[in-house]
């Protein structure tokens, strides 16, 4: 069994910054592959980027730069960094886990707006 809840999310302006949370718990060790994902009003989910157990990082090319994915096993936890953000950043995001299945957290609501 496996939960993840994501945080941090809010109103911020653009050129702002931000950072969300994802917090894991249940049966988890050697956490594998995690990943960010987001999904704009009338839009389909956008990866975002992913890290690995072992810390490489992936990023799309529309946040390449701004956005820094990390990780804090002593605490379970993945971060995403959002620095510059922009209008189109506005999104719900979602952090996953792969595991057997993917598990998705239930998304954090981030809108970039002035």
């Known amino acids: 069994q496996v939960q993840l809840v994501e945080s941090g999310g809010g109103l911020v302006q653009p050129g702002g910054s931000l950072r969300l949370s994802c917090a894991a718990s249940?049966?988890?060790?050697?956490?594998?592959?995690m990943g960010w994902y987001r999904q704009a009003p009338g839009k389909g989910r956008e990866l975002v980027g992913s890290?690995?157990?072992?810390?490489?990082?992936n990023y799309a090319d529309s946040v390449k730069g701004r956005f820094t994915i990390s990780r804090d096993n002593t605490k379970n936890t993945v971060y995403l960094q959002m620095n510059s953000l922009k209008s189109e950043d506005t999104a719900v995001y979602y952090c996953?886990?792969?595991?057997?299945?993917?598990?998705w957290g239930q998304g954090t609501q981030v809108t970039v707006s002035s």
């Open positions: 249940g049966s988890i060790f050697n956490n594998n592959y």
């Open positions: 996953t886990l792969r595991l057997s299945r993917v598990y």
């Open positions: 890290i690995t157990s072992g810390g490489t990082t």
